[in-house]
């Protein structure tokens, strides 16, 4: 079992950052490949960002690409994602997952473990 809790959400304006951390407990951190997602209301789950085991590979939606780089400290058993230039659209409820595997995934359906959520609100 591997549990994961989320902080670092809130309200921000837009242009503004905010940095989510994910601290996971439970089985060897490094041993998964780590994602993020999010859903606004009315609103399917929705791929954010992607990294695997060693943070060497990782990927983007196209909506975040450049904006919301990811990033873990296995040592911390933690992941991170910085995100910058936020927009109102951003505004979700941001979910952080693991998958038992090396390599990331883009589907939800691929994530074997997930956090609370935490809420992230964008003001324009």
């Known amino acids: 079992q591997v549990q994961l809790v989320e902080s670092g959400g809130g309200l921000v304006q837009a242009g503004g950052s905010l940095r989510l951390s994910c601290a996971a407990s439970?089985?060897?951190?490094?041993?998964?490949?780590m994602g993020w997602f999010r859903q606004a209301p009315g609103k399917e789950r929705e791929f954010v960002a992607a990294?695997?085991?060693?943070?060497?590979?990782?990927y983007y939606a196209d909506s975040v690409k450049g904006r919301f780089p990811i990033s873990r400290d296995n040592t911390k058993n933690t992941v991170y994602l910085q995100m910058n230039s936020l927009k109102f659209e951003d505004t979700a409820v941001y979910y952080c997952?693991?998958?038992?595997?090396?390599?990331?995934?883009?589907?939800?359906?691929?994530?074997?473990?997930w956090g609370q959520g935490t809420q992230v609100t964008v003001s324009s």
């Open positions: 997952a693991a998958r038992m595997s090396t390599m990331p995934a883009l589907s939800p359906g691929s994530y074997d473990y």
């Open positions: 439970g089985r060897t951190f490094g041993n998964y490949a």
């Open positions: 990294s695997s085991w060693s943070g060497g590979t990782t």
